[in-house]
């Protein structure tokens, strides 16, 4: 993959609240992104609701937001950080879902901020059971028992 030079900052949707034992797997991967974005020289903004995380760990990122992951928060935090890029796809669903909505109020469109990694429709149609069921029975005819 190429390296984007346009883009110089992210905002990383983290995934909220955790049980121990459970989830960690979002924040393995959340951190790792942030230090892999880091080390190309991104600036990495993160924002979580849960303040017990590597995350928002201050090594982790370089700016952490620990507020609640509603569209709301996040519209004034990108207005506020002005970040090229978004990655919602660390935060487990509640990114997934936090990027759809944004998207779907036009936040992203209004700051210009590109959703990288797995897109809008790819979202929509795993997160959309009846799509998700078509398009498997499109290239597992074989598969499918209805």
Do not use: W
């Not at 346009?6 to 790792?32: C, M, N, R, T």
């Not at 609640?68 to 970040?83: G, S, T």
């Not at 669903?93 to 901020?113: C, D, M, P, R, S």
């Amino acid at each position: 993959m190429l390296k984007r030079n346009d883009i110089k900052k992210v905002l990383v949707i983290g995934s909220g609240p955790i049980v121990i034992g459970q989830s960690a797997e979002f924040d393995y991967s959340g951190s790792q992104a942030c230090a892999s974005l880091r080390a190309e020289g991104v600036q990495v903004v993160v924002v979580n609701s849960n303040p017990a995380t590597i995350q928002t760990d201050r090594e982790i990122a370089d700016i952490v937001y620990i507020e609640p992951l509603r569209a709301d928060f996040l519209e004034k935090i990108i207005e506020r950080e002005k970040p090229q890029g978004l990655i919602a796809t660390m935060g487990g669903q509640t990114g997934l879902n936090l990027a759809v909505e944004l998207h779907q109020k036009g936040i992203l469109k209004k700051y210009n901020v590109e959703l990288l990694g797995t897109g809008i429709e790819s979202i929509e149609l795993a997160e959309d059971r009846g799509k998700f069921k078509d398009l498997m029975k499109k290239y597992f005819p074989d598969r499918s028992k209805d």
